[in-house]
Structures are given as C-alpha cells and as structure tokens.
C-alpha cells in the first residue's frame, strides 16, 4: 500500500495476541478478522494491509519489501539474522528457548549430538559452552530425537513444559527468552516514518501500560 502499511502477521497464537493488542492500541479491525482464511486482509479504514504466513517467514517477507513491518518472535530473528530494524518488544506469546532430553543422561563424549529446528541458535548456544556438536536440522516432533536415539540433547521452543513431560524428557538449561517483536525493513522505516512512528507509538502506549509503565522506548535494534 502506497499510502499505509503492509503488516505481516504470523499465523497461529502470535496472531490472536497480536491483534488484541492492536485493537487495544485502538485499530478498528473487523470481527471477521479473526476467522478470515485469506492471506491477504485489507483494513482500508485504517489504511493497512495484513499478509499472513508461516512464523518463520515473517522476517523474510519484511527484509525483501513485502511487508513494511511484521511481528515476530525473538527465536526467529535470532535464527534468520535477517537485514530488519527490532523496533519494540510487544511482551505477547511468552516462551523461552531451550536444551532438553532425556532425564540422568550424559552427552556423547565422542560425537555430541543436538537435533533442533534452530541451527544457529544451538551451534553457537554450545560453542559459547566450549562444546562441539554435532547440529541435526528438523523440522518438526524434536522430541522424538533423544527418544530414538537419534540425538543426545534438543533445543527447542518451551512454552509450558507440557509436551517435554508427556514424551520423558527434562529441561537441562534454558538458552533465551522469547518474546514477539515488532520489525520494519529499513527503506519503509525511511519512507514512512509517520505511519511507522504512529503504529510504533501507539503499541507502546499499550505495552507499557499493561506492564505497569516499566518499558521504554529505545533505539532500534540491527540485525
């Protein structure tokens, strides 16, 4: 949109915490929002157009100009390392990452492995332990790795814990907080800084309320 903004949106519960908070912020988002199966949603009342797609594309989508800004989670800008600004921290979808496996196991002295669907997160997590190992990429069921003897350890995403409990394993060390963040690709943050200041602001307003005042705004973040 020439004249507003294009926001991708990461599908899943991201989303429904994302758009309860921009309608806090005061965003006139239609009902029919939450329940639309398209891709693309126009809010031309507001001037802003949504894209929705998979979590770890977000980053992508607003790096290469497809989306002026997006919301996505902190464990994947740490993954993709993409070229975006970090503009604020909304404090929605609370998880954290971390190394689990199997409880009173030892990791491979000779061969060390780690499955995860983070490689970079894992590889440099264990060469800041002074450890080498080696990383399997999956993609999806992480907990099936320890479990058929296909990893010693996993890193992964920890919401509740529950699913780590449900297949037997334990949590050995937490690696990073995990929280959503809103991201702008760095020519929409020169070319639009009004609207970008404006939704920035207004989000804020929210965040900072809800967490009883304690954040403030700080400079944006290079990746």
């Known amino acids: 949109m020439k004249n507003g903004l294009t926001i991708a949106m990461p599908k ?27 891709l693309i949603i126009d809010v ?11 979590p770890m594309d977000v980053a992508t989508y607003v790096e290469h100009g497809g989306a002026d800004v997006g919301i996505a989670g ?9 070229d975006v600004y970090e503009l604020l ?24 492995r780690v499955a995860t669907k983070y490689p970079k997160v ?20 992480i907990e099936l790795a320890p479990l058929i003897g296909l990893a010693d ?5 920890v919401s509740t814990g529950r699913t780590l409990k449900e297949n037997g394993l334990v949590e050995y060390e937490k690696i990073e907080d995990v929280t959503s963040r ?11 800084d009004v609207f970008i200041d ?13 967490m009883g005042g304690l954040l403030k705004n700080e400079n944006p973040t290079s990746y």
């Open 89 to 112: 921290d909304l404090n929605i979808s609370y998880c954290y990452l971390a190394v689990a496996g199997l409880p009173d196991t030892e990791m491979n002295d000779v061969a060390p």
């Open 122 to 141: 894992a590889e440099a997590y264990f060469r800041e332990q002074g450890e080498q190992v080696e990383i399997i990429t999956l993609n999806g069921s």
């Open 182 to 192: 809103l991201i702008v690709n760095p020519v929409s943050y020169r070319m639009k």
């Open 12 to 38: 899943g519960r991201i989303f429904e915490e994302a758009v309860e908070l921009l309608r806090k912020a005061g965003y006139k988002l239609p009902q029919e929002f939450d329940e639309s199966r398209k």
């Open 74 to 82: 902190k464990d994947v800008l740490l993954e993709e390392e993409r």
């Open 198 to 210: 404006e939704l920035v602001a207004r989000l804020q307003e929210v965040v900072s309320y809800e």
């Open 153 to 157: 350890r996993i890193v992964d995403i």
């Open 44 to 54: 031309p009342e507001e001037n802003l157009r949504f894209i929705l797609a998979k």
